[in-house]
């Protein structure tokens, strides 16, 4: 016997609800897309170098033309995360998806790249443990606060957000990995 969706979405509980609120407002990253581009444009200098940034660039999954998108990143010794807030909705989680090579842009360098998405809850929620951030507004102090005051508020709040939502880790590739290829 099939479960019908109202049965499997009462069962997946409220983390998809969540989801399913944010997929329907995707419009408003489209509509401020221009916004967007004028702004890494003019503080493209501050980005490139921020370590709460990211301009990741993937490749289109129709067009096969370079896309680059701004998000906010939790950066670790060899790797750096992120979180899609619109689940697969979001046109870079989907690049990335169909092609998994990407490039970052870190430091004023062009880093070429592996992204890995995450969907397993577990290891979802030991990668916010570890190393939790706040992609609202990535800015330092705020990142602060939430690392050492208001840790134990924080990272319940993101074991349950992420629930939802694939989280996309991205290692650099190294010379060594990029030559043999």
Known sequence: MVPDQSTA?????????????????????????????????????????????????????????????????????DALCVISTYGWRSDWIRNIGRNPEVSITCAGWIVPARAEIVEQLDVKCRIVSEHPFFPVAPVGILNLLHRTLLRPLWVPFLRWWVTGRPIVVIRPKTRAASSAE
Request: charged letters at 30%; a positive charge; hydrophobic letters at 40%.
């Open 9 to 77: 979405r009462a069962r997946r509980g409220r983390p998809e609800q969540a989801q399913l609120l944010a997929a329907r407002l995707h419009f408003i990253p489209r509509l401020i897309r221009p916004l967007q581009a004028r702004i890494v444009r003019i503080f493209r200098r501050y980005f490139e170098r921020s370590p709460n940034w990211v301009l990741l660039t993937t490749i289109g999954r129709r067009t096969g033309l370079p896309r680059e998108v701004l998000l906010p990143c939790e950066r670790w010794r």
